[in-house]
């Protein structure tokens, strides 16, 4: 049996359409005028909204400001009152380690005063590393960052 013979591809009848190269412009929604009176707008309104928004912002720092002025004292006291009472931690500390050697007073050296010119009861503040001589040295190394900082 013989094949049937391979048809050749030929054009269309009747040829190809023209090919379109002429400018097809782009379809315009706005005019000029109001392409400008649309920003003008937005414009408008989003400055309106941003100057509510300041305002709003200008009242929130005045707050902010005025509550932070008012509980300074407050957290300044009660710093102080924990710094206070980490002292006397230390001391109590110190005693309960000490209380098995002879002579050893809290506070002095083997019964002799540290500051022989300073009054009983004048608060003698101690060094970073005094204050922290009873906590783990990660804590005292996380404290030392933090006080560098300051």
Known sequence: MSSPAKLQ?????????????????????????????????????????????????HRNEIEMRSARNVIYPLLLAERDREYLKQLRRNRDEEAELMKNVEGWEVGTWYGEPVFKTIPKDKLVEPTFQEFYVHTDYKHMAQRSDIKLMN
Do not use: C, H
């Open 9 to 57: 591809d030929l054009p269309p009848k009747g040829g190809y359409q023209n090919i379109p190269f002429k400018r097809v412009p782009a379809k315009t929604y706005f005019r000029g005028w109001q392409m400008i009176a649309g920003y003008a707008g937005i414009s408008t309104v989003g400055l309106f909204l941003y100057w509510l928004n300041v305002k709003e912002n």
